[in-house]
């Protein structure tokens, strides 16, 4: 009896911290755009220097986000690997398993720029962030796959997860072709990241709000990098793109069966 009641109020206390983590979250991106961001934009810098100091702000609040719900005893996690991360001109390419993975990886990386659905350039609470961090918009492909290529070659570094959302539990994965696309076309340091998050939640078929029986915990392993000159070397490209990112997808679910 004792067990069960001590179960309940473990359980409400997760799920009332997990919805103050996201509330803290969203006010945090408002603050940053309505206080934060501004005052850096008079500071004085190019604007390539500007967009990186965004990018550590954004790198610094995540790592401030991920040790709240780290304390407030919603997740735990795990890293492994962080020494082959952060180098310029590195294209990270990860899975996709939850809600928080790219948040995860930010706070891990000083200065990173990725990929942004369109749609979060209205978004009041993440707007600031994403256009003061110089993130990228999947608007336009074909203009998404020039400027990705265009920053790994200037020495940016780019977090990508080819899935281009979250993974459904289960289900195989389904990689697009232009993650590959712009590896290839960079020809640039490929690492690949795998995420593992167990019990699984925040996943695409689940709210916020049905949370696991107990803490998950989040796991981030770093992998060695992966050589391109093989697929780079494939004539016509297209040829080369479809391969590598079957190879990326056998990779991680190769990984994933570990």
């Given at each position: 009896?004792?067990?069960?009641?001590?179960a309940?109020?473990?359980?409400?206390?997760?799920?009332?911290?997990?919805g103050l983590?996201?509330?803290?979250?969203?006010?945090?991106?408002?603050?940053?755009?309505?206080?934060?961001?501004?005052?850096?934009?008079?500071?004085?810098?190019?604007?390539?220097?500007?967009v990186?100091?965004?990018?550590?702000?954004?790198?610094?609040?995540?790592y401030?986000?991920?040790?709240?719900?780290?304390?407030?005893?919603?997740?735990?996690y795990?890293?492994?690997?962080?020494?082959?991360?952060?180098?310029p001109?590195?294209?990270?390419?990860?899975?996709?398993?939850?809600?928080?993975?790219?948040?995860?990886?930010?706070?891990?990386?000083?200065?990173?720029?990725c990929?942004?659905?369109?749609?979060?350039?209205?978004n009041?609470?993440?707007?600031?962030?994403?256009?003061?961090?110089?993130y990228?918009?999947?608007?336009?492909?074909?203009?998404?796959?020039?400027?990705?290529?265009?920053?790994?070659r200037?020495?940016?570094?780019?977090?990508i997860?080819?899935?281009?959302?979250?993974?459904?539990?289960?289900?195989?994965?389904?990689f697009?072709?232009?993650?590959?696309a712009?590896?290839?076309?960079a020809?640039t340091?490929?690492?690949?990241?795998?995420?593992?998050?167990?019990?699984?939640?925040?996943?695409?078929?689940?709210?916020?709000?049905?949370?696991?029986?107990?803490r998950?915990?989040?796991t981030?392993?770093?992998?060695?990098?992966?050589?391109?000159?093989?697929?780079?070397?494939?004539?016509?490209k297209s040829?080369?793109?479809?391969?590598?990112?079957?190879?990326?997808?056998?990779?991680?679910?190769?990984?994933?069966?570990?």
């Open positions: 009896m004792v067990q069960k009641i001590t309940k109020l473990g359980y409400g206390w997760r799920l009332l911290a997990t983590s996201f509330f803290c979250f969203g006010a945090g991106g408002l603050l940053l755009w309505i206080f934060v961001f501004p005052v850096l934009s008079f500071l004085p810098g190019n604007p390539r220097q500007k990186s100091r965004g990018q550590k702000i954004v790198s610094y609040s995540f401030v986000f991920i040790g709240l719900m780290h304390r407030l005893g919603v997740m735990t795990e890293v492994v690997g962080l020494d082959k991360l952060n180098r001109g590195q294209l990270i390419i990860a899975n996709h398993p939850t809600l928080v993975d790219i948040v995860f990886l930010i706070s891990r990386i000083k200065q990173a720029s990929i942004v659905k369109a749609g979060l350039w209205h009041p609470f993440m707007r600031g962030p994403i256009v003061n961090a110089g990228i918009s999947n608007g336009d492909p074909g203009q998404m796959i020039d400027e990705c290529v265009a920053w790994l200037s020495g940016g570094s780019m977090v997860f080819p899935e281009g959302t979250r993974s459904i539990p289960g289900k195989p994965y389904r697009q072709r232009g993650t590959a712009i590896a290839l076309q020809n340091v490929v690492t690949p990241v795998t995420l593992s998050c167990y019990p699984s939640t925040l996943t695409k078929a689940e709210q916020w709000y049905q949370i696991p029986d107990r998950f915990h989040l981030m392993h770093v992998g060695d990098d992966i050589a391109l000159d093989e697929f780079v070397g494939i004539s016509p040829v080369g793109t479809r391969r590598f990112t079957q190879y990326l997808q056998d990779y991680f679910t190769q990984q994933r069966a570990l």
